[in-house]
């Protein structure tokens, strides 16, 4: 698949979500194995993590979690995966995932899915990587986040080559094409970051 062997899921880790949601991140975990590419992602068991884990496993694919000791409980660490990195705290977890991924994307998810989805786009925009990074936009759910962002690039807070860092996909077969066009290149905004 172009080059890529590993993709960073985020998302959410509550139950509380539409099943369709649910139905869909794990269908995303079944066509990452068929595909060969290994899961990332943050080690719980529950919710849209839990549902894409089980997913690519089912499916004979690898699955590699990272969780921080304090949430390991409370996320429900995923005993199943092929892996389980038990971590000292959030930055380890989220530099674990980068060094682990060749591209990233954002399933539907809450506070914690948005911390990991900017930070990865602005890790981005400072030059420090060219992964790609994607938000699968289930049912129109980023459409907040991508008015958001055009509205700081209309204010001209954000430069319009920043903006289109993150690529928005309505559904995983979507995704599993943009990843077959994507390929590693020249960071956006390296001679233009702010």
């Not at 599993?176 to 970051?193: F, I, N, S, T, Y």
């Amino acid at each position: 698949m172009s080059g890529f062997s590993s993709i960073c899921l985020y998302g959410g880790a509550s139950g509380a979500v539409p099943p369709s949601h649910l139905e869909t991140a794990r269908r995303l975990g079944q066509l990452c194995a068929e595909r060969g590419l290994m899961v990332v992602f943050g080690g719980g068991r529950v919710g849209m993590m839990g549902a894409l884990a089980d997913g690519a496993l089912e499916a004979g694919g690898e699955v590699i979690g990272i969780i921080p000791k304090h949430l390991e409980d409370v996320e429900v660490g995923h005993q199943g995966v092929t892996r389980l990195e038990v971590v000292d705290s959030m930055h380890v977890r989220k530099m674990r995932m980068f060094e682990l991924s060749d591209a990233f994307c954002s399933l539907p998810g809450g506070l914690g899915t948005l911390d990991e989805t900017f930070e990865i786009m602005t890790w981005r925009q400072l030059g420090l990587h060219d992964k790609p990074v994607f938000a699968l936009d289930l049912e129109g759910y980023w459409a907040p986040l991508r008015s958001l962002l055009d509205h700081q690039a209309t204010a001209g807070y954000v430069r319009p080559q920043h903006r289109d860092i993150l690529q928005f996909v309505p559904n995983p077969e979507a995704l599993m094409a943009a990843l077959e066009a994507a390929e590693p290149g020249e960071v956006q905004g390296d001679k233009e970051r702010f």
